[in-house]
């Protein structure tokens, strides 16, 4: 039986962040589809039985159900050892995972969100302080990476999978070209999709609704 069961869908970066540490350090998974736009998340029974915060992802391990990807990687880089910091860099591991949860994969997660999954369009203004914020985000990441090849330094740790959550998703669906504004910053992603195990989000996770149907034409 698998041992770690991620309930996840495709379009989201924050399980993203789980399923590319799992597939990277070569853990025995498998994604556990949720019909996220259906409203599962939002289903009594749902929140009783897996999550009563309502959100993916959850991590089922033997049985044990655990939420936030944030928490969940430092848990899984002390119960596997894979990818976790050094003693002396514990408290800027997490020093980073909270300006990602804050900042950096807040900002461009709402924005994309707003921009690409709404039934309606959202007000420019709106728009507009999302994409700033994010700039802002990416700018101080892009610069700490200019001197180094991942966050913590030489080699790739849990920060780097935190904040990798929704740097792979396409350029029309996020709004943002990293590729070109933002040149350490995509530097840095070409150095993670060459580890092995790496695949972009709609390939290691098909699974859970389709959030792209849902995108305006």
């Known amino acids: 039986m698998t041992r770690y069961r991620l309930h996840c869908i495709g379009a989201s970066g924050n399980s993203y962040k789980l399923?590319?540490?799992?597939?990277?350090?070569?853990?025995?998974?498998?994604?556990?589809?949720?019909?996220?736009?259906?409203?599962?998340?939002?289903?009594?029974?749902?929140?009783?039985?897996?999550?009563?915060?309502?959100?993916?992802?959850?991590?089922?391990?033997?049985g044990q159900l655990m939420s936030q990807s944030g928490a969940i990687l430092v848990w899984l880089a002390e119960t596997t050892g894979k990818f976790a910091p050094t003693?002396?860099?514990?408290?800027?591991?997490?020093?980073?995972?909270m300006f990602d949860n804050h900042k950096f994969t807040n900002n461009h997660a709402m924005h994309r969100f707003q921009s690409s999954f709404m039934p309606e369009p959202v007000h420019p203004a709106i728009l507009s302080f999302l994409r700033a914020r994010t700039e802002a985000s990416f700018a101080i990441a892009d610069r700490h990476l200019r001197d180094r090849a991942f966050m913590l330094g030489d080699s790739p740790t849990i920060v780097d999978f935190s904040m990798a959550g929704y740097v792979y998703y396409p350029k029309e669906e996020t709004g943002f070209d990293i590729a070109t504004d933002f040149p350490s910053l995509d530097a840095w992603r070409e150095r993670i999709a060459a580890l092995p195990g790496w695949k972009p989000p709609y390939e290691l996770m098909p699974v859970g609704s389709d959030l792209r149907r849902t995108m305006r034409r």
């Open 19 to 62: 399923a590319l540490y799992l597939n990277c350090a070569g853990l025995d998974w498998e994604p556990v589809g949720v019909d996220f736009a259906g409203g599962q998340t939002r289903d009594p029974a749902w929140r009783a039985s897996t999550n009563a915060m309502g959100e993916v992802p959850v991590l089922d391990v033997d």
């Open 87 to 97: 003693d002396d860099q514990r408290y800027e591991a997490l020093r980073w995972i």
